[in-house]
């Protein structure tokens, strides 16, 4: 036990010492603060309310300096078949809500101070990081926990812990490194077998989106239980055993660590682009699979810009070489976003479905069931055109139409647009409890599927 601790310090203090004493909660001065920010839910019932609001958004979005969030979406998209909601600056809303009094558009104000609700989200940092939980030597000697939000020093602490103090089950390796120079890691978790039999695996990655800090913190809880509840639970027992998962829990750091210190709601890379001012890249737009077939992504300064070329980010250049190399391994992908609570299918590019739709459709609609058990949280199934909206070049288009791996799925998780993004540290947890359900039901599949006995 004691030479466990003592190797999990060395390895730390050899990493990142300098990230290690900045402290976790310091914004920069200069951060940029939503005060005043409103976000709006919406219902559109006709195809010119649908226009006129596109219309104002884009208007609006023209005049932007250097992608200054004035107008965009929180929750869905512009739309009349369901209820979305939009995020406005205080300079735009005035004209958004003269436009639904004078068009008759039902409307409901969620907040009128995003500021204050950023204040709030990782408010448990500040009273205590501690809950009555034992989440094991590599969390408490990186100082991971999961009652707050961790910045990615602490993240990389804990995944460079799970080697030492689980060799037995975790192997580590470095992915590549972002356009700023942070290491994108996977961590390889599974007990190989006495036969040397390759085992069926799963991917699961989280954080291609900055601001969606909910998705790394819910994968490293599920990857947490699986190496700390190896001996005592027999269902994960059974999991860790027969399948291999590849986890990489932070695909985009650089985005991410952009929104602790200086704009909470940013999502893309932090790439400069060339001849233009905006910053970044959106990630989940940049893989080489039906790549900018959508209009706002071949613009720089819209926050699904696609790249000039497809894999243009490094962090997307790691993952996909990894994904190549472990292709035939893996049969499942699974790739964690919020918000919306969805639970979603390939592809996003079309409407047409996959040839095996069903099968997976089916095991999306298993899996949340399970979810939906612990807490009545509900998550739709479906394709991205379905429920949500269309996208191309995503991870998981090409994680289907360029692998073909079995059971592709992105899940969007808690909530449905209340605390969005910037959803309660104190729902860190059972989110975790919750999802991990979810993904159980899709390994123990994988199990019965693929695993040779
Ligand atoms: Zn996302």
């Known amino acids: 036990m004691n030479f466990h601790r003592l190797a ?30 409103v976000v709006l839910e919406m219902t559109l019932t006709s195809d010119l309310q649908v226009k006129l609001l596109t219309d104002l958004k884009e208007e609006v979005r023209r005049k932007e300096e250097h992608g200054t969030t004035t107008i965009e979406e929180w929750t869905g998209s512009i739309n009349k078949e369901r209820p979305f909601s939009l995020l406005l600056a205080p300079k735009v809303a005035p004209d958004v809500l003269m436009l639904c009094h004078k068009e008759g ?13 950023i204040d709030l989200q990782n408010a448990e940092a500040v009273s205590s990081s501690k809950t009555d939980r034992d989440d094991g030597i590599a969390a408490q000697t990186s100082g991971m926990t999961w009652a707050r939000y961790h910045r990615y020093s602490t993240i990389e602490r804990y995944i460079l812990a799970l080697p030492v103090v ?17 290491q994108v890691w996977v961590v390889k978790l599974g007990k190989p077998r006495s036969d040397g039999i390759k085992k069926p695996a799963i991917w699961l990655d989280a954080g291609i989106h900055a601001r969606e800090w909910i998705s790394s913190a819910t994968v490293t809880f599920m990857l947490n239980e699986l190496v700390t509840k190896y ?3 027999p269902i994960i027992r059974r999991l860790v055993d027969q399948v291999d998962f590849y986890v990489v829990p932070m695909v985009n750091p650089d985005g991410f660590e952009f929104t602790h210190q200086k704009e909470r709601l940013f999502r893309k890379t932090r790439r400069v682009n060339p001849f233009n001012a905006c910053i970044g890249v959106d990630a989940n737009r940049n893989y080489d699979f039906q790549w900018q077939t959508e209009r706002a992504e071949l613009r720089p300064c819209e926050i699904t810009f696609g790249g000039d070329f497809p894999y243009s980010e490094p962090e997307n250049r790691a993952l996909f070489e990894k994904v190549l190399d472990l292709k035939g391994d893996l049969k499942s992908f699974i790739t964690f976003h919020s918000h919306s609570q969805l639970w979603m299918l390939p592809y996003g590019y079309t409407f047409d479905l996959t040839p095996d739709d069903a099968v997976v459709r089916d095991l999306a609609v298993n899996a949340t069931n399970a979810l939906r058990a612990l807490y009545g949280t509900v998550f739709r199934v479906g394709t991205s055109p379905e429920i949500l909206y269309t996208s191309s070049g995503t991870s998981r288009d090409f994680a289907k139409g360029r692998t073909q791996i079995k059971y592709v799925y ?44």
Request: overall charge negative.
């Open 105 to 117: 558009i039902q409307y409901e104000i969620v907040w009128n101070d995003l500021q204050s609700v």
């Open 231 to 233: 001996t005592s639970d």
């Open 8 to 37: 999990v310090f060395c390895v730390c203090w050899a990493v990142s010492s300098s990230e290690m004493q900045r402290p976790e909660d310091d914004p920069d001065k200069d951060a940029l603060r939503y005060d005043g920010f």
């Open 166 to 182: 689980h060799p037995d089950l975790v192997t580590i390796e470095r992915l590549g490194l972002t356009y700023e120079g942070r």
């Open 410 to 453: 992105t899940v969007e998780l808690r909530d449905t647009g209340e605390f969005g993004f910037l959803l309660p540290a104190e729902q860190i947890l059972p989110s975790g409890l919750e999802t991990f359900e979810g993904v159980k039901v899709i390994a123990l599949r994988i199990i019965e599927e693929f695993a040779r006995n």
